[in-house]
């Protein structure tokens, strides 16, 4: 939901583990922050174009205005377009075929910066509107790599979302060492589920408002963070007449205290309070949960560029309620997690090779775990999110800088990972189990968790000449892993009853090697670039559902042979930029 292009981006933070702290709701697993560019106080301008295969077109555009010393605005725009690598021959006469098989997004944003010179106050108000229509990747078997989608139905959905948000960010230093922060943000999202022969499906509107205020404190004997946040948010659908409100309001605290000069103990905590309210065809479900969610660490450092530390904190996702495709509520409960990090950094050589480290290990109480069906009509993914009982899950992750020379850089990273539902089990109506000769309880203890890879390497290079040139090229490696599928197909000859699917070869996705280059030239204001993404065309799949077949016996076969997700083909680009 939102904007998710990278034109005129100052900076993409991703945080791992638990920042449930501090960045509150559904950061269970981590955060990603990305950070636009503010407006400046000097004239500027950017614009950039972009062509590739699959009649891929991009084109971007930004223009800094500054109006005075203390008062500027820039604007961006963003648009791009692609055809997919999916063919659908079947569905070439329906009028919504183009929409079908051709994404498209589209980002205006507008920011404005205040700084007057009496007071120290830094106010930036941002205006975004996003556009997006995504395609599928879905390809049928047996030979998947022929990349066509045979279906000639008409109801194959085109998902269309819009997304208006206003955000105003307002920093006041009240102190030399207290800062004082406000963020109040606006956000209204809306989709549009459509088919392709034209009718609608649905449309989901959504509304969401929220207020943060924070003081950070920056002292001799540590730092500090003290904030309370307030969340509303109202939503309804057209199908099944569903209505949805959400509050959310919490206050949060960090402390960071400096027991020496090296010697750092870290405490924090949020208390969490959360109401939800669903109405589907006059029938209301409606929950409220408080937690509390604290967080301990310790940290020594060596020096500024060597320290080692240990976390140990509580991550939180809270519950909801799902929409099927066709309009029924699918309810789940909260998720929690206990996380703990060691987390070491340090660098040799003057700086030249930097190394990061961290092992760490989770707890998962009531995880919850997206599963997919297959509409037998019209073959779209239905998605559910179901809540196991206990799982776990442990692993390490390593990255290496390491500049060579002024103008040559190489980077690694290796990420080990082992997952385990220790106690997830359903039942089906006992009567439906004995006509199907299924157990009527489905035991997932021991399955791995779903696109979870053991082992992801990479290692990359960068080359940049003092004339222009430059040069870089990555190589990714990732292990095989299971598709999210944990029942047999609807539609597949077992009466469209849910049978527990093995995670064995049949959804199990091979492990891939993709390599990535790029080269060009880059003067003062201007750069030219030519780019290729999976160079040896490398075939691979990222999902993929099984058929399942009933036997004489009543046994029942499990093909890999029905639907995958196909990974993008060799792609070929170039984009040319300019400033001034």
Do not use: C
């Amino acid at each position: 939901r939102g904007p998710t292009g990278l034109w005129d981006v100052r900076s993409v933070e991703v945080l791992r583990g638990p920042q449930s702290t501090l960045q509150g709701r559904n950061s269970l697993a981590g955060s990603v922050n990305i950070q636009t560019q503010d407006p400046s106080y000097e004239w500027e301008g950017a614009a950039r174009l972009t062509y590739g295969d699959y009649d891929s077109f991009e084109q971007a555009a930004m223009l800094n205005v500054p109006l005075s010393d203390f008062l500027a605005l820039r604007f961006t725009a963003e648009h791009a377009e692609r055809d997919s690598f999916i063919d659908a021959p079947g569905l070439k006469d329906f009028p919504r075929f183009d929409d079908f098989t051709t994404s498209q997004s589209l980002i205006y944003r507008g920011k404005a910066l205040f700084e007057p010179d009496q007071i120290p106050l830094r106010s930036v108000l941002t205006y975004t509107f996003s556009e997006s229509r995504p395609t599928s990747n879905d390809a049928f078997g047996p030979d998947f790599f022929d990349r066509e989608w045979r279906s000639v139905s008409g109801s194959q959905q085109v998902r269309e979302t819009k997304n208006h948000t206003a955000a105003w960010l307002n920093t006041y230093e009240l102190t030399d060492t207290v800062t004082l922060t406000l963020l109040s943000t606006l956000a209204d999202t809306e989709l549009h589920v459509g088919q392709i022969d034209g009718n609608t499906v649905r449309v989901d509107d959504e509304n969401e408002y929220s207020q943060e205020i924070r003081a950070n404190w920056d002292e001799a004997w540590g730092k500090s963070v003290l904030g309370v946040y307030g969340n509303f948010s109202e939503g309804e659908s057209t199908l099944s007449n569903i209505r949805k409100q959400r509050r959310n309001a919490a206050l949060f605290g960090e402390v960071d205290y400096y027991l020496t000069d090296s010697l750092h103990l870290i405490a924090g905590g949020r208390l969490d309070y959360d109401d939800f309210e669903f109405e589907v065809a006059g029938d209301e479900v409606s929950t409220s949960n408080t937690e509390f969610l604290p967080k301990f660490g310790i940290q020594y450092e060596f020096s500024d560029i060597h320290n080692i530390g240990l976390t140990v904190q509580r991550g939180y996702r809270h519950g909801g309620v799902g929409i099927g495709l066709g309009g029924e509520p699918n309810s789940f409960d909260p998720s929690k997690t206990w996380h703990y990090e060691l987390a070491y950094r340090n660098s040799f050589f003057d700086e030249r090779l930097s190394l990061a480290a961290n092992v760490f290990y989770t707890q998962w109480s009531d995880q919850q775990v997206v599963v997919r069906d297959i509409d037998n009509a019209s073959l779209e993914i239905d998605e559910r999110i179901l809540n196991a009982g206990e799982s776990s899950l442990y692993g390490a992750e390593f990255e290496l800088g390491y500049e060579a020379t002024d103008n040559l850089r190489f980077t690694g990273s290796i990420g080990l990972l082992k997952t385990r539902f220790d106690d997830f089990t359903l039942g089906i109506d006992p009567e439906v189990a004995a006509f199907l000769n299924v157990p009527s309880t489905i035991d997932f203890g021991g399955y791995e968790f779903p696109e979870s890879p053991e082992l992801n390497a990479s290692i990359g290079m960068d080359y940049r000449h003092d004339s222009g040139f430059f040069f870089t090229t990555d190589l990714k490696y990732l292990s095989s892993y299971f598709s999210p599928v944990l029942f047999a197909p609807l539609g597949s000859g077992l009466g469209g009853v849910s049978v527990q699917a093995p995670q064995s070869s049949v959804v199990e996705v091979d492990a891939n090697v993709t390599v990535n280059l790029s080269f060009g030239y880059e003067a003062e204001n201007w750069k030219f670039v030519v780019f290729v993404q999976n160079l040896f065309d490398e075939e691979y799949l990222v999902g993929k559902v099984p058929s399942a077949i009933r036997n004489g016996d009543n046994s029942i076969t499990f093909k890999d042979d029905f639907l995958a997700t196909v990974g993008q083909p060799r792609y070929i680009g170039a984009a040319f930029e300019a400033r001034f």
